[in-house]
């Protein structure tokens, strides 16, 4: 039985996209998924009220600042671990099909250069800004799992999401807020298919999901801005 309303986390991986649905009166244990695309996490048959996402949404035609706000305000969250939040290419920089051309375009609008590891979201980037609209901003918001994690912690974690430690420290929060252990641990794909860490950022949305549908997420900024789009340039905790 579909629960009335899901919520659902997703996060980018080898085979597409890994998303951990929860049912948010708890009648139905946690399950994860793995889709090829996201439009085909979008139709899946629970058809989750709330979408929380670890991929940005919106994007500067001109720079304002080291990334968008919504990037530099997630930051100073994350004392310690601000790396972790990269900063987002400019709209026009998307076109590009190499690294050197991104690097160019971005550089062209205002922009800094870009990493490898920057340049290498870009299919996942194009694939979300292909499907989002204005309208499913009420449905799909932007997340950030590490900020989300430092969060409900408090501060930010101690140890890298890759570590032996730093996945035993991601495991027990989200044990304590609803994120049934016995569906994450262990493992439950194939390393060439979805990497550990990608099913706790997923877990870690869903979270975020949840808050969002009980009211209880914070957004940054506060208010806002839109691109050109129309899409609203935030990350939701």
């Known amino acids: ?9 997703l996060d980018g991986c080898k085979a597409g996209w890994v998303g951990v649905l929860l049912d948010p009166e708890g009648r139905t244990p946690p399950r994860v998924q793995l889709f090829a695309t996201l439009r085909e996490a979008l139709e ?3 058809n989750p ?3 929380a996402i670890d991929i940005p949404i919106g994007f500067e035609t001109s720079p304002s600042g080291a990334g968008r706000e919504c990037e530099r305000l997630a930051r100073k969250i ?7 939040v990269f900063s987002s290419p400019l709209r026009g920089t998307l076109a590009a099909r190499t690294h050197a051309e991104a690097i160019a375009l971005n550089r062209a609008a205002g922009g800094p250069g870009l990493s490898a590891q920057s340049f290498g979201l870009f299919a996942k980037l194009r694939e979300v800004d292909a499907v989002m609209t204005p309208a499913l901003s009420a449905r799909v918001f ?3 799992p590490e900020a989300g994690f430092a969060r409900l912690n408090g501060a930010a974690l101690t140890h890298g999401k890759k570590t032996a430690e730093g996945r035993a420290e991601r495991l027990a929060l989200l044990a304590r807020h609803g994120v049934s252990n016995d569906v994450l641990d262990p493992h439950p794909y194939p390393r060439t298919r979805c990497a550990p860490d990608d099913v706790l950022d997923a877990a870690m949305c869903a979270v ?7 009211r ?3 957004s940054l900024p506060e208010d806002p801005p839109v691109d050109a789009r129309g899409l609203p340039m935030r990350i939701v905790l």
Do not use: C, W, Y
């Open 1 to 9: 039985m579909i629960p009335a309303q899901t919520v659902m986390g």
């Open 44 to 46: 899946t048959p629970e």
């Open 49 to 51: 009220a709330i979408i």
């Open 78 to 84: 994350l004392k310690g671990r601000a790396s972790s």
């Open 142 to 144: 932007e997340t950030h």
């Open 208 to 214: 975020t999901a949840l808050r969002i549908l009980r």
């Open 216 to 218: 209880q997420a914070e």
